[in-house]
Each structure stands twice: as C-alpha cells, then as structure tokens.
C-alpha cells in the first residue's frame, strides 16, 4: 500500500537533513559490512573479499588495550611504544629500566618473556542478533531481561569455546540494535624483540601529546611464539617501499575502544555537565598523588612512570572531548541531527513508537546522574586481587549463565592468566594508592556513614592502608592459587585483612553493578529503538559505535588549517632534530644520545610521522596504515587534539590521526638500533 505522497515527500526532505550530517570519511566499519560501495564511488578502490579477510587476519589486540598487526611469517608484532609499556614497565628493574634505555634483543634466545600479555586475532564473526534479542521478551522485567540475556550470552560463547577452541565473544553493536559473535585466536607467549627508548617514542612529552606537527619513534615489537617456538604466520603485513603520498587514501585497521555517536542530547549534555567534569577531578587527584610519590626518589620515579603515563593521557584526553562538547556548533550539529531524526520518526506512524526511547535514555539517564560519586573509591592493585578472589568464588557457586560475565567459564583461562600474573606489584605505591582511594570514598559517602567506618576500622586511612599492607598474603601468587583453589570456603575462612576488606565492600560494590546493569539493560532496548530507527529513515549501511573491536577506517593523507596556519601532512626525521633545539632546556625534548650518535648517518628528508582523515579514537593506537595493495605505510599512535570530540561527533575538517611513517620505523631499526636482523624480517 503506497503512503500519500506528501509523506513520502517529507519524509525524504528529512532523510536529507539527516545525511547531511554524515562526514567525508566517517566511520569505524566492520569487517563483515565494509562500505564497498562507498569506496568505490568515493576512492575508486573496491576491497575483495580476500584483501578483508587478509587484512583483518594480519591484526591482533593487546589484552591491555591498544592494536598492533603481523609483519612477518616469524610472529613478528607490530605496535606502539605505548600500548606496549604496560609490559615494558613490568619487565623493568632498577637495574635495566626497558622503559628508559630500551631493548633490542640480538637472537631468540634474548627475547624477553611478557609475563601477562594475551594478544588476540580475530578469525570469525558471526551475527547472533535474532538468538539473543529473542531471549528477551516484552513482558519481562528489567531484572530478567538482564539475567535472559546474561543466560543466553554466557551460554553461546562457551558454545562456541567448546567447538571451535576459540576464544569467543558476544559484541553489542549499535547501542543493543544488533549482537555479533567475534572467534579470536589467542597468544599467550609474547616476548619483547624490540623498544627504542622513551625519550623518542614519547618525543614531547605531555605538551606534544595529541598536538601535531610530532616527531615520535612510538614503536615497539613483539614476537608471538607456540610451543616454545615464533609461531608460524599465514596473515601478515608486507612492508611498504615508499610509503604513502599526500592525497593517497590509507586504511587503519584496529580496535577502536568506545564510542558514544549513537548518544541522544540527554546523555550528551550528562557526559559534558557532569560524567567528563567528575572523571577529570579524580584524575587530576590520581596525577598529583602520582607526582608526590615520584618526588621521593628516582626508583619511585620509574615504578609511577607508567600509571602516570596512562593518568595523563586520560586526563588530556577527556579534557579535549569535553572541549567537544563544549563548542556550540558540535552540540548545535548534534542537535539539529536529532531533531531531524525525531521529525522523520513522528512522521511515519508506524515508527511513531519508536520515538518513546529518547525518554527511556532520558530517565536512565537522570539516574546515572544520581549515582555519580555514591559508590565505593577503595582502590589499589592488591585490593582489585583481594576483591577477584572474593566475587569469583561466589560468582563460582552459580551456573556459569548466571554469573557476572567477566566469571563465565568461557573467559576463565583470560581472568586466571591476569589473576596469577607474576609482574611486580610494589608495596610502597599501592600503599599511597589505597591510603589516598580510602580517603577518597570517605569524602565521597561522608565520614560517619557506616560503611565508611567499616573500612576505616578505627584508624586514620594512612594507618588502616598500612595495617590491610601489612597483613595480607594476596601479593603471593601461590597464595591466590591456594585462596582460588578454596573456593567459597576459603573466603569465608579466611583471617586475611585485604579479604576481609573485599567481603566488606562487595555487598555495596554488587549493589552498584545491580543498578547500572539494569539502567545499561534498560539503555539496551531504548538504543535498539533508536537504531531501528536510523536503519529506517537513513538504511542499514551505516557503522556501529566503536567497541573495542576490529575496525576499517580510510581517508587521505591531507593537512589541515589551524589558526591561520597550514599545517602540513608530513614531518621528517630531521625536524625531530631542529625541534630538539627549539625546546633546549627541556627535559621533554632531548633526544636519545643513540639518535644523536647517528645524526650524521640518518637520512634526514625520511619521513617521520603523518596525518590522516581516518576515523580513529582511543584503542585504535598501534594500528597498523596500510595502502590499497595491503602494504604497511604507518603505525597509528594518537589523534590531534581536534580529534578527540570524536566519541561524540566526528568532523574531517581539522580532525586528524597520527602515524608513525614505516620508513622511519626501517630507518631507525638500520641506523639507529642495528636491528638488521628485525629488519631481514619484516614482511617475510
């Protein structure tokens, strides 16, 4: 039956409005639905179904967070300084600082085991979406809804486990509209091969940190191994010869963490008054602490160095989203997309209903607000150890579908790999972590409130974070594996202060989660809406909202304009050099005396570090760049400061992502570090 044709002429006056907010090179796309079509029209570049398939086999993902790729039969990885400097700090020692003087390991035999890393390749996905969103039906509760679709989930990846060996994930895509099955293979022997040292892959320090132009070695390389031996590897990257040319379309394939585009303007205008503002307090007090304790000597310096790292690239980070968010034509875009959405819905009476979840998102939404700062602060690495143990064995006498997902068999070998990790844990800065995280929650609940006391236990939090210190066998991996071992009795039996601890914050800890799981749950089916939605007014070629799983990004190598300036798309290894100058006197802007050794040796017209249009956001870093034949050409390791509104709204107009270029990667791997042998490798 045919609509009157004014409604179809309104409705697609409105569809219009809606595309039109769609930008050049937008999108984080799946590799199960590529824009083919896009990339044709737009690039004349149609990916097959082979270059996909070998492209998304040639990635991995850290466990800690970030990507990398494959660039060589041997188990090579590639990926940045700083997705790697989780393992790089703990494989340091007062002794031989990774971190500061780097690490080039001649032979097999010299590569450094990491003592946590699980790197992950994606090899199958599969859409799940009718089994799961029919476990969920219109007449349950929120409560049910929650447990169905907990039930059916942990159910279908240790399925899938069983099956296939995989390790096997459930993926929510656009905000709950669809559901994926991701089958990643995983490595658990990763070795350290290669790291420059910090001052040149973090060239700049903080003030250079997502600004451009840049000049960063933020590079490091890994080796997966099987059976004691480099794995043997169908799918990895050839290194490009020249790398790219300005104007050339690249293509980033990586994990992108999170983004939040699929928002409405209540949970914007949340993030921007209240949920970015409450985040950045609590870092800038974690940098300050951090800053204190590093000021005690130069060992305390090297054991703060990477938690400060990661503070203070959340810190600036948020600050930049927030200043997305802050601009009135962001928000004014965000807006009039909204509108237009909502106009086209109320248009279609048989989308007319669908309009009801912009006020679900807004009620869910107040109540989040409500909850800002009510939980519980206490915080340290053997607290987060103490607590595991505590909710693993109760989540253990519970089938696996009814359990906590992060306790389900199917992420078991994951959660025990980092539960039983023997990286150091020093005594001194969790102690300043627990003391201050102690504090914290009494200024959060109010002294007096019972639970405040509970923890406090009669002392000062310094005095009571020294007695849970003192007192506690969880730093002990054999002690974990025995508590673990126990299983509920254990617990209950134990005389352990930091167990004690756990038991007694983990009621109110459970009672949080049970709030935000039923709002996220609640959010689910009003986001499913809102997709639905979008699907009918502007089609189902559209992306999902990042979530920490691999992606296709593109768009051309191509400067921008900032303040009346160009800036250009390229910088060179001998402007790292000039920049140095410029800075003298500052701590942050000495190059290595390795670099400077080989001054007259480098190529200096080697091109450094580039920028890119390609849609990219936090996780996406250690990315590989590739160009049309599959090569790599760069190494993604952050984004301009304009970027960072990104995971709210994206704009190409200054918006860029950083690369390392693969040339100065092979070029310092030469000259700098003699790592020829790395260098036989690559792409081999």
């Not at 590799?31 to 996909?52: I, M, V």
């Not at 930049?320 to 909502?342: H, N, Y």
């Not at 990042?546 to 051309?556: E, I, N, Q, V």
Request: proline residues 4%; glycine residues 8%; contains cysteine.
């Amino acid at each position: 039956m045919f609509r009157p044709l004014v409604s179809l002429l309104m409705l697609s006056g409105l569809i219009m409005q809606i595309s039109s907010f769609a930008k050049a090179d937008e999108g984080m796309w799946l590799f199960n639905d590529l824009p083919t079509k896009l990339l044709k029209e737009r690039y004349g570049f149609e990916p097959s179904k082979e270059w996909a398939e070998h492209l998304m086999k040639s990635c991995v993902r850290f466990n800690v967070g970030g990507s990398a790729s494959f660039i060589s039969s041997t188990g090579l990885v590639l990926t940045n300084h700083h997705v790697g400097s989780d393992t790089l700090f703990k494989l340091s020692t007062p002794e031989r600082n990774i971190m500061d003087v780097g690490f080039l390991a001649k032979s097999h035999n010299q590569e450094l085991k990491a003592p946590d890393l699980e790197l992950n390749q994606l090899v199958n996905i599969k859409d799940v979406t009718a089994e799961i969103k029919s476990s969920v039906t219109d007449d349950m509760t929120t409560e049910q809804a929650v447990a169905a679709r907990r039930a059916i989930i942990a159910k279908m990846e240790k399925a899938a486990l069983d099956e296939t060996g995989l390790k096997s994930t459930v993926t929510t895509l656009y905000g709950g509209g669809r559901y994926h099955l991701y089958q990643y293979k995983k490595y658990t022997d990763v070795r350290l091969v290669w790291a420059p040292e910090t001052a040149i892959a973090f060239f700049g320090g903080d003030a250079d940190n997502f600004e451009y132009p840049r000049y960063c070695l933020d590079a490091c390389i890994f080796r997966v191994y099987e059976n004691d031996k480099p794995a043997k590897i169908e799918h990895f990257l050839k290194w490009s010869e020249t790398g790219p040319k300005e104007n050339d379309v690249v293509f980033v394939s990586g994990n992108p963490g999170r983004t939040s585009r699929i928002f409405t303007m209540d949970a914007i205008k949340f993030q921007r008054d209240l949920s970015l503002p409450y985040i950045m307090t609590n870092l800038r007090r974690q940098e300050i602490l951090l800053q204190q304790y590093g000021l005690r000597g130069t060992e305390q310096a090297r054991r703060a160095r990477d938690d400060m790292f990661g503070v203070q690239n959340s810190r600036k980070a948020r600050l930049g989203m927030l200043a997305g968010l802050q601009d009135p034509q962001v928000l004014a875009d965000k807006a009039a997309a909204e509108k237009a959405l909502l106009a086209a819905i109320n248009a279609d009476p048989k989308l007319k209903p669908l309009a009801a979840a912009w006020q679900t998102i807004s009620e869910t939404t107040a109540k989040r607000a409500e909850l800002l700062g009510k939980g519980v602060a206490v915080n340290s690495q053997l607290f987060g150890i103490a607590l595991e143990l505590v909710q693993m064995a109760e989540e253990d006498q519970k089938p696996s579908g009814e359990r906590l997902p992060q306790f389900s068999d199917a992420g078991r070998e994951s959660l025990l790999q980092q539960l039983y990790s023997e990286a150091p844990i020093y005594a001194d800065l969790d102690h300043v972590l627990l003391a201050d995280s102690i504090a914290k929650t009494l200024e959060q609940r109010g002294f007096d409130d019972p639970l405040s006391q509970e923890i406090l236990a009669g002392k000062r939090p310094a005095g009571r974070a020294t007695e849970l210190m003192g007192y506690s066998e969880v730093m002990s991996v054999a002690s974990r594996k025995k508590i673990a071992a126990g299983g509920i009795d254990a617990i209950n039996n134990s005389t352990d202060l930091m167990i004690q601890l756990a038991k007694i914050i983990n009621p109110e800890v459970r009672r949080i989660r049970t709030i935000t799981d039923q709002l996220d749950e609640q959010d689910k089916q009003a986001y499913a809406k809102i997709a639905e939605a979008r699907f009918a007014v502007e089609g189902t070629s559209s992306y999902p909202d990042a979530t920490f799983t691999l992606r296709l990004a593109f768009g051309p190598v191509k400067g921008y304009e900032q303040d009346g300036q160009q800036i250009p798309a390229w910088t060179d290894i001998g402007g790292a050099f000039q920049h140095e100058k410029k800075h003298q006197g500052q701590a942050d802007y000495v190059l290595p005396a390795s670099w400077k050794k080989v001054e007259a040796s480098l190529t200096k017209a080697t091109p450094f570090n580039f920028v890119s249009t390609a849609d990219i956001i936090g996780g996406n870093s250690g990315s590989p760049v590739v160009n049309r034949a599959g090569e790599l050409v760069g190494l993604i390791f952050d984004g301009n400061v304009q970027s960072l509104s990104g995971n709210y709204i994206y704009t190409d107009k200054q918006s860029r992502s950083v690369s390392v270029h693969s040339s100065a990667i092979r070029e310092a791997l030469q000259t700098v570090y003699g790592a020829d042998g790395i260098v036989r490798e690559l792409g081999k």
